[in-house]
């Protein structure tokens, strides 16, 4: 099922929505290429050509060499289809149907938050990544730091990630094992080595061109419950990121800085639009994802059985399924109906007629629920 699924990122003009499309449709990639020409067409809705490369299986050489280098670099491919597949990446509609790994795949699966910014950092923006990496780790234990790799905001989260003690994952726009920028190799393998992870969407056959940037933040966006944008000018790369999460349902967030300062102003814009919610803590962000605040509540206990007295035991006998009206209940009991109501526990129907307010099978055996 993998080597289909590498095979299909490889057939030509088919691209991640075509193949996400007919993964949906068939269940699986191996169903895919298990299919006819004419069922890719009518069920698939494909061209004809790129029908026709399927059952030709045009893409398996190269899968089969993709496999071969993975095994050689220490990289792990994940189909879409796979149990270890990120849960929430699996969500959106675009998302990979490969997904390249170095290091702890099962991170991916961790409650996750994306830091972006610029890479034209200041101070401020260095130390807000630094306090609210550590304050969320302090009250999300469990929480993984998601971001970029690249210099600025991006390199200066996963650093306070590893500070923090927290996992952290970078997600790259580029092939594996190799790292771009190629400055920031060293912090990428101190991630993988602390229990991080390095993934990327692309193959190793895949040109370097530049433009896997921006389809690179999608998967940053999506691999979150949140997204945190710590400094940013008007534009950049951390707003189409911002962009992403909110149209796939993450929680936006920012930090505000002053009115004069550029690297804040998309931050302030984000806010004062209300596209995203002003976070100046880790407890702002756990709290913005309703995530709890790592208080152990305490254990819930069972409400001991209060005895009853010999009068209360004598007059809960005289129930049975069945509703009694008071002077009934008065005749039985021999006493008076003030003192009726007031010997038992007992509500009074709509009928006047009164039933117990706990079931006399569960009083008979002990049980008071």
Known sequence: MLLESIALSFVPHLG???AVHLVECFGSAEAVYAASEEELIERGALRRDIAHSIVARKGFSEAERELAYC???????????????????????????????????????RPSVAFVGTRKMSAYGQRMCEELVSSLKAVVPDVSIVSGLAYGIDGASHRAALMAGATTVGVLANTLPSVTPVANERLAAEMVARGGALVTELNSQSKQNGRYFIPRNRIIAALCAGVVVVESGESGGSLSTAAFADGYNRQVMAVPGRASDSNSRGCNELIRNRKAQLVLSGEDIARELMWELGLEQEPKTARAAVPLTDEEQTFIELFDSEPIGIDELSERSGLASGASCTAGSTRISSTNRLKPAIPLRNLRRGRLR
Request: charged letters at 20%; one cysteine or more; proline letters at 7%.
């Open 16 to 18: 991640v929505r075509g």
């Open 71 to 109: 095994t050689r670099n220490g990289i792990t491919p994940i189909c879409s289809t796979n149990d270890a597949y990120p849960r929430l990446l699996r969500e959106i509609e675009d998302y990979p149907i490969v997904l390249y790994v170095c290091g702890d795949v099962s991170v991916l699966n």
